[in-house]
Each structure stands twice: as structure tokens, then as C-alpha cells.
């Protein structure tokens, strides 16, 4: 049974969408952790492997959130491969994050904490809600504004940012899926 663009939309948008950004939470909650107790090249590797992580303890977090992560029982949606790819192109700019790294290793958590939260401008136009753009915009600010404000805890002070924003967002996301779910009954 094929459905219409439309159809796909709706049904995407129709989904409550915490276990990635709860897994983003966590994942930028253990860097900020790492960024007070451990020595910077430690840090460093605890970043890349947390932010590499998120998509994997999301797949671990939608058991919990009630959320059907592979959705294997559902018909093929468009918009699951949009998303993807913009997963994707996140994760390609690490291209530009390493090698300012390699140059400044306290680029790492600006270049990484902005770069990966551009995902959510593409999944706010999918859902059709100002959460996207919210955190995209807002997330990216503040990182900047933290970068420059705190030079001498960037490993501490930027991912807290980034927990606060996904705290926030996934307020949001929530009270935006408990009105979707009320107009479905």
C-alpha cells in the first residue's frame, strides 16, 4: 500500500521524537561531566565517542519512550530517509570540526556542538513546528556566546548549553506530541 508525501508527513510528525534528543541529553551531559574531572586529550575522545553514540543509545532509548526506532512493521516514509540524511550531513561536518581541532583543540565542542545540532532545521520543517529552528538557532548562539564568554571551560560550559537546549526542546517535544496524540483519539 503506498501512501501519499502528505500521508508520510503527517505520520512522521505524528511521532513523539524523545529518545534521540534524550540521548543527545545524555550524551552532551557525560562530556560536560568529563570536561571537570578528566585532562583535556581525554576529553577530547570522551566528545567524539558520545556525540558518535547518539544515534545508537537512541535506537536503546525508544524501548524505553515507547517509540518504534526501525519501525519495521510500518510502510517505507520518505521522510525517515530525509531525516537520515540530515543525520548524515551532520555527521560529514566532522570534516570541518577535526581539522580545527587538529589547530585548536577547544575548537572541538563549538565546531561539534554547532555543526550536529543543524539536523533540527530540516526535522522542524518536517513536523511543521518552531522546535526545529528553536534549537537549531538558539543552540548555535549560545554555543558562540559560550565559546567566547568562557574560554577556560569550553569542555564544561558549551555541552552544558547543549543539555540545557535539549531539556528545554524536549519539553517542548513532548507537549507538542501529547497535542498531536489528542487530536488523533
Known sequence: MSYSLEQQRQEF???RMLAVPLAGLLAWLTIGVAGLVLKPTHVVWVLFIATGSIVYLGMLLSRLTGEDFFRKS???NTFDTL??????????VYAVAIPFF??????LPLTVGILTGLMWLPLGWIIRHW?????AVGRTGLVLLAWYLF????????????VGM???????LERRWRVVRAHKL
Open 151 to 162: 574560554p577556560a571551560q569550553r569542555f564544561v560550559v558549551i555541552p552544558l548549553v547543549i
Open 83 to 92: 531525516f537520515l540524511y540530515s543525520v548524515g550531513m551532520s555527521l560529514l
Open 74 to 76: 510500518q510502510p517505507k
Open 13 to 15: 510528525a505524528s511521532r
Open 166 to 172: 535539549y531539556l528545554v526542546t524536549i519539553i517542548i
Open 131 to 135: 522546535v526545529g529552528a528553536f534549537h
Open 102 to 107: 587538529l589547530a585548536d583543540y577547544t575548537s
